[in-house]
């Protein structure tokens, strides 16, 4: 243990780490992280040139690596330097060596805020081990847009049809919509203009925590995204940008699922988050989505959510922070924070 260092990754590493990958993932998994890799990790506006990956050796051996992806976070009424730790992998015989904590210090120790979200267990618990911020996890809300498919599917062809309509009135009593959103004007976006750098201005002291939400880093996460195809809408009050929303559909396992993936108004803008989720949702209805989802830490976004008939499950996601800079009131206004499933690489 004592002759491992850890360091940036250089381009003398990328081959023998993606075989790692692979050893460790398998080869399908590999192949597609070496895809989209570009794109994750030196195109993003908030890198510096070099990605942020640190590479643990033992002398001339690769033990494993932990990447990350660096972001603006508006953190308390400033915005820091931060990043959301991601790919973390050990070659066997690296385990139980205390590498995988050098790494993860390593990494926070390089930032100011270090944010680790969708976690698995055994990251989960590394975490808590070296004491970060348990701050999840983030929750998650789902309505069900088509009651017979879903009891088709559980119940089978002969049962599902039978109780379909009792399971349709079920869904009508426990996810029934309030108020409809007036005022607003919801239409597709291709890309994100400049308008949205004010938005991101206007809007950001209404959150305790986000990441900057600006063009860059939009156009780069949901338009130039090489291996998703994402759906993007804004909301305008008369001529004035609003707020917008990223969402996309797919079949799993055989079922048509909706995602909310990203929404962003001001947090106090109710009408605006009203129109967005009222838009998405008719187009799901359109593209034959069984069931919308969507992951939302902010309070606010949570009670627009319900307003639109989606109900509150059980959530895999675990999300844990380590602040270097404070304030630490931050850490108690999660409510204030906006989380949703388009952060880090949740989505991909």
Not at 14 to 28: H, K, Q, S
Not at 257 to 266: E, Q, S, V
Request: aromatic letters at 10%; proline letters at 5%; charged letters at 30%.
């Amino acid at each position: 243990m004592g002759s491992v260092v850890v360091e940036r990754r250089g381009p003398k590493d990328d081959e023998e780490l993606f075989r790692l990958y692979g050893d460790v993932f398998g080869a399908p998994l590999a192949e597609s992280s070496r895809r989209r890799w570009r794109w994750q990790y030196l195109e993003n506006p908030a890198n510096a040139g070099v990605p942020e990956i640190w590479v643990a050796r033992d002398r001339d051996l690769v033990l494993g690596q932990y990447a990350s992806m660096p972001v603006r976070l508006w953190w308390g009424g400033r915005e820091v330097r931060s990043s959301w730790g991601m790919d973390v992998f050990l070659k066997a015989e690296a385990r139980g060596r205390g590498v995988g904590a050098q790494l993860f210090t390593t990494w926070s120790d390089h930032v100011e805020v270090a944010l680790g979200l969708g976690l698995t267990p055994s990251s989960y618990g590394l975490f808590k081990k070296l004491r970060y911020d348990d701050v999840g996890p983030v929750p998650f809300f789902q309505k069900v847009l088509d009651p017979r498919a879903v009891a088709i599917r559980r119940l089978g062809p002969v049962l599902g049809p039978l109780a379909a309509p009792l399971l349709r009135l079920g869904v009508a009593v426990v996810a029934r919509e309030g108020r409809r959103a007036e005022g607003i004007e919801v239409h597709p976006v291709a890309a994100f203009g400049e308008e949205y750098d004010a938005l991101w201005e206007r809007a950001r002291a209404s959150y305790a925590m986000s990441v900057r939400r600006d063009r860059a880093y939009l156009n780069w996460k949901y338009t130039a995204c090489p291996h998703r195809d994402y759906d993007r809408r804004e909301a305008r009050r008369g001529s004035e940008l609003a707020g917008y929303i990223v969402s996309r559909h797919e079949n799993y396992q055989g079922t048509r699922l909706g995602w909310i993936i990203d929404l962003f108004t001001a947090a106090d803008d109710a009408e605006a988050q009203d129109a967005l989720i009222g838009s998405v949702l008719d187009d799901f209805t359109r593209a034959g989505v069984v069931r919308a989802q969507c992951f939302a830490m902010n309070a606010g976004l949570s009670r627009a959510l319900r307003r639109r008939g989606f109900v509150a499950g059980r959530s895999p996601m675990q999300f844990c922070v380590r602040d270097h800079v404070g304030p630490r009131e931050v850490l108690a206004e999660t409510g204030r924070w906006h989380v949703t499933f388009g952060d880090s690489d949740m989505d991909r």
